[in-house]
C-alpha cells in the first residue's frame, strides 16, 4: 500500500515537522491502520507504546480521534539515549550523559517531544505552519467505456474494454484534514526517575508521586499540583475522579466527602495495616481501591527480583 510506505510517510512527515532528527520512522498510515483493527469500536481505549522511537503511534492515536471523533488517550516510554554519532561527537566536545548539552539531543527531547507537540499545534520546529492535509491520494484504473471493433483475424466483432486513469482518496474522512489545523487535544511530558524506596514508605515523596496516582486512575482531567508545602490529610479530586486517604486517622471525614462525588472510581489508602485498609474499603463497590504504600513497594520488589 502507498500510504504504508515508510519513506514517504513516515521520513518525510517527519522532515516535514522537526528536520533530519530520527532515521527510519514507521509510515503514520501503518501505525493508524493497525491500531485501527483492535480500537475502531473502542473510542476511549488507552494505548501504551514502551518503546515510543520518533513518537508516530502517539501521531496516529491523535489521527484516530480526529477522524472518528473517539476520545483516545496514548502513553509513551521512552530513553533518552543519543545516537552512536552524536555520542561520539558529544564525547569528543567533553559532554557526558547527565550532561544538559547531553540530554538536550537525547530522542526523548530532541525527537519524540518536539515531533508531539509540533503535530498537535500544527507548525514544525521553527514555528512554521504545516503544509498539505493528511490525505493520501492514489492513481487506479477505472472502467471508462466499451468499444467494439472488427477483428483482423476472424472479422468478427469483439468488445473492448477502455480504462481511465483516475485518482482517488485512500482516506477520504482525513483528505480535508490540515496539517495545521493539528490536533484537539493535550499532552504532558515527564520524567521518569527512581525514588528512594525507604522515603517513599515514610509518606516522604508523597508529592513526586501524584503523577504515578493521576496515571493509575486514568489520567483524568489535568495532573494534580499540591499548592502547600505541608501534605493535606485527604484529596478529594473530583476533576481527576480519583481520592487519596493520606492520614487514616480522617477516615470518617474522608468517607463522608467521598460520598458526594459518585464519579470517583480510584481511591487510594496511605496505611501499613492491611486490616484497616480492608476496613476502609470494604464499602467501596465498583471503586479501584489501591494500599499506599504496600502496592507499590511490592511491585518495586517483584521488579527487582526479576
Same mark, same amino acid.
Given at each position: %500500500?502507498?500510504?504504508?510506505?515508510?519513506?514517504?510517510?513516515?521520513?518525510?512527515?517527519?522532515?516535514?515537522?522537526?528536520?533530519?532528527?530520527? +532515521?527510519?520512522?514507521?509510515?503514520?498510515?501503518?501505525?493508524?491502520?493497525?491500531?485501527?483493527?483492535?480500537?475502531?469500536?473502542?473510542?476511549?481505549?488507552?494505548?501504551? +507504546? *514502551?518503546?515510543?522511537? @520518533?513518537?508516530? #503511534?502517539?501521531? /496516529? =492515536?491523535?489521527?484516530?480521534?480526529?477522524?472518528?471523533?473517539?476520545?483516545?488517550?496514548?502513553? %509513551?516510554? !521512552?530513553?533518552?539515549?543519543?545516537? $552512536?554519532?552524536? $555520542?561520539?561527537?558529544? $564525547?569528543? /566536545?567533553?559532554?557526558?550523559?547527565?550532561?544538559?548539552?547531553?540530554?538536550?539531543?537525547?530522542?526523548?527531547?530532541?525527537? #519524540?517531544?518536539?515531533?508531539?507537540?509540533?503535530?498537535?499545534?500544527?507548525?514544525?520546529?521553527?514555528?512554521?505552519?504545516?503544509?498539505? &492535509?493528511?490525505? =493520501?491520494? =492514489?492513481?487506479?484504473?477505472?472502467?471508462? +467505456?466499451?468499444?467494439?471493433?472488427? &477483428?483482423?483475424?476472424?472479422?468478427?466483432?469483439?468488445?473492448?474494454?477502455?480504462?481511465?486513469?483516475?485518482?482517488?482518496?485512500?482516506?477520504?474522512?482525513? &483528505?480535508? %484534514?490540515?496539517? @495545521?489545523?493539528? *490536533?484537539?487535544?493535550?499532552?504532558?511530558? *515527564?520524567?521518569?526517575?527512581?525514588?528512594?524506596?525507604? &522515603?517513599?514508605?515514610?509518606?516522604?515523596?508523597?508529592?513526586?508521586?501524584?503523577? =504515578?496516582?493521576?496515571?493509575?486512575?486514568?489520567?483524568?482531567?489535568?495532573?494534580?499540583?499540591?499548592?502547600?508545602?505541608?501534605?493535606?490529610? %485527604?484529596?478529594?479530586?473530583?476533576?481527576?475522579?480519583?481520592?487519596?486517604?493520606?492520614?487514616?486517622?480522617?477516615?470518617?471525614?474522608?468517607?463522608?466527602?467521598?460520598?458526594?462525588?459518585?464519579?470517583?472510581? !480510584?481511591? *487510594?489508602?496511605?496505611? +501499613?495495616?492491611?486490616?484497616?485498609?480492608?476496613?476502609?474499603?470494604?464499602?467501596?463497590?465498583?471503586?479501584?481501591?489501591?494500599?499506599?504504600?504496600?502496592?507499590?513497594?511490592?511491585?518495586?520488589?517483584?521488579?527487582?527480583?526479576?
Amino acid at each position: %500500500m502507498k500510504s504504508h510506505n515508510a519513506e514517504t510517510y513516515g521520513t518525510n512527515i517527519m522532515n516535514l515537522i522537526i528536520g533530519k532528527r530520527f +532515521d527510519y520512522p514507521k509510515s503514520l498510515y501503518a501505525v493508524h491502520d493497525t491500531i485501527k483493527f483492535f480500537i475502531a469500536n473502542k473510542p476511549n481505549a488507552l494505548i501504551v +507504546d *514502551f518503546f515510543a522511537g @520518533s513518537g508516530t #503511534t502517539l501521531h /496516529a =492515536v491523535n489521527l484516530l480521534n480526529a477522524e472518528d471523533g473517539g476520545h483516545r488517550r496514548c502513553i %509513551m516510554v !521512552t530513553n533518552n539515549e543519543v545516537s $552512536a554519532d552524536e $555520542a561520539k561527537n558529544l $564525547a569528543q /566536545a567533553g559532554y557526558a550523559t547527565g550532561n544538559a548539552e547531553w540530554e538536550k539531543f537525547g530522542i526523548a527531547r530532541y525527537v #519524540t517531544w518536539p515531533r508531539t507537540v509540533c503535530s498537535i499545534e500544527g507548525h514544525d520546529i521553527n514555528g512554521k505552519q504545516l503544509k498539505g &492535509s493528511y490525505g =493520501v491520494e =492514489v492513481e487506479s484504473y477505472e472502467k471508462d +467505456d466499451d468499444d467494439t471493433v472488427i &477483428s483482423k483475424a476472424t472479422g468478427k466483432p469483439t468488445k473492448n474494454t477502455i480504462y481511465k486513469k483516475t485518482k482517488r482518496q485512500m482516506y477520504p474522512e482525513l &483528505s480535508d %484534514m490540515l496539517m @495545521s489545523d493539528g *490536533f484537539k487535544t493535550n499532552t504532558v511530558f *515527564f520524567k521518569l526517575s527512581f525514588l528512594d524506596k525507604t &522515603s517513599v514508605a515514610l509518606v516522604r515523596q508523597f508529592r513526586e508521586l501524584i503523577p =504515578v496516582l493521576w496515571m493509575k486512575g486514568g489520567a483524568v482531567g489535568k495532573c494534580p499540583v499540591l499548592e502547600t508545602e505541608e501534605l493535606p490529610d %485527604m484529596l478529594i479530586l473530583q476533576n481527576n475522579k480519583m481520592a487519596v486517604l493520606i492520614d487514616e486517622i480522617y477516615y470518617s471525614e474522608f468517607d463522608t466527602e467521598l460520598k458526594k462525588y459518585p464519579e470517583i472510581k !480510584t481511591v *487510594f489508602i496511605v496505611t +501499613d495495616s492491611e486490616s484497616a485498609y480492608r476496613e476502609i474499603t470494604r464499602t467501596y463497590d465498583g471503586k479501584d481501591c489501591y494500599q499506599l504504600y504496600r502496592d507499590y513497594l511490592d511491585n518495586f520488589r517483584i521488579n527487582i527480583r526479576r
